[in-house]
T-cell receptor
Framework: TQLLEQSPQFLSIQEGENLTVYCNSS?????LQWYRQEPGEGPVLLVT?????EVKKLKRLTFQFGDARKDSSLHITAAQPGDTGLYLC????????????FGAGTQVVVTP | GAVVSQHPSWVICKSGTSVKIECRSL??????MFWYRQFPKQSLMLMAT?????????EQGVEKDKFLINHASLTLSTLTVTSAHPEDSSFYIC??????????FGPGTRLTVL
C-alpha cells in the first residue's frame, strides 16, 4: 500500500493541451517534492512545497500544496513534447527520518 | 549546485560476482544518502539509508548482507551487490540529502546480471 496515491497513472495528450496530476494521502507531510524522470536517468527535482496552501510556479508548471498538507497537484499549461516524462511526487512525514515516500508515478506523453 | 554523480552508469556482470556502485555529491556535503532500486515502469523503492560514519539502515525485506553500503565520507557512499544473480538486475539510484527536506538524485546505474 502506497502512502501517496498518485493519479492518473498514465496521461497522453496533444501539444498545447493542459494537464493536471494529483497526489493524495491520508497522512500529513512536512514537505512534498515533485520530480520528473526520463528513461534511463535519475529523477530531477522540480519543486519543494512546505506550507499548507502554498502555490509555486515554474514557467508553465504550477504546483499546489493542500491546506492540510495531505495532497498536492501539478498543473501543466500548454504542454509541449519536452514535458514528456514520468512525474513523481514524494513526501516526508514528521516521523520519516528524512526518508521520502514516493507515489507510483504518472507517465505523461505529449505528442506534437 | 546540488549535483550527484553515480559510477558506473551501467554494468554487466556474471552471476555470482560482486558489483560496487559509487554515489558522490559533487558540490555539497551529504551526511545522509539513500539507495533506491527501480523496476521498469515503476516508482522508486527505498532500499536503505546511508549515514556518514555509521551503519546503514535497511528497509524491511532488503538483505543487508547482500547489499553492502559504506558511507566513508560526507561526499561518497557505495553500494556493493554481493554474489549478484539475475533477479538483482535493476536500475539503482542514489540520492543525497542537501538542505532540509530536499533530496537530489544521481543519474542511476543500470545493472544487468547474466
Amino acid at each position: 500500500t502506497q502512502l501517496l496515491e498518485q493519479s492518473p497513472q498514465f496521461l497522453s495528450i496533444q501539444e498545447g493541451e493542459n494537464l493536471t496530476v494529483y497526489c493524495n494521502s491520508s497522512s500529513v507531510f512536512s514537505s512534498l517534492q515533485w520530480y520528473r524522470q526520463e528513461p534511463g536517468e535519475g529523477p530531477v527535482l522540480l519543486v519543494t512545497v512546505v506550507t499548507g496552501g502554498e502555490v509555486k510556479k515554474l514557467k508553465r508548471l504550477t504546483f499546489q500544496f493542500g491546506d492540510a498538507r495531505k495532497d498536492s497537484s501539478l498543473h501543466i499549461t500548454a504542454a509541449q513534447p519536452g514535458d514528456t516524462g514520468l512525474y513523481l511526487c514524494a513526501g516526508q512525514t514528521t516521523d520519516s527520518w528524512g526518508k521520502l515516500q514516493f507515489g507510483a508515478g504518472t507517465q505523461v506523453v505529449v505528442t506534437p | 549546485g546540488a549535483v550527484v554523480s553515480q559510477h558506473p552508469s551501467w554494468v554487466i556482470c556474471k552471476s555470482g560476482t560482486s558489483v560496487k556502485i559509487e554515489c558522490r555529491s559533487l558540490d555539497f556535503q551529504a551526511t545522509t544518502m539513500f539507495w533506491y532500486r527501480q523496476f521498469p515502469k515503476q516508482s522508486l523503492m527505498l532500499m536503505a539509508t546511508s549515514n556518514e560514519g555509521s551503519k546503514a539502515t535497511y528497509e524491511q525485506g532488503v538483505e543487508k548482507d547482500k547489499f553492502l553500503i559504506n558511507h566513508a565520507s560526507l561526499t561518497l557512499s557505495t553500494l556493493t551487490v554481493t554474489s549478484a544473480h539475475p533477479e538483482d538486475s535493476s536500475f539503482y539510484i542514489c540520492s543525497a540529502r542537501g538542505r532540509v527536506d530536499e533530496q537530489f538524485f544521481g543519474p542511476g546505474t543500470r545493472l544487468t546480471v547474466l
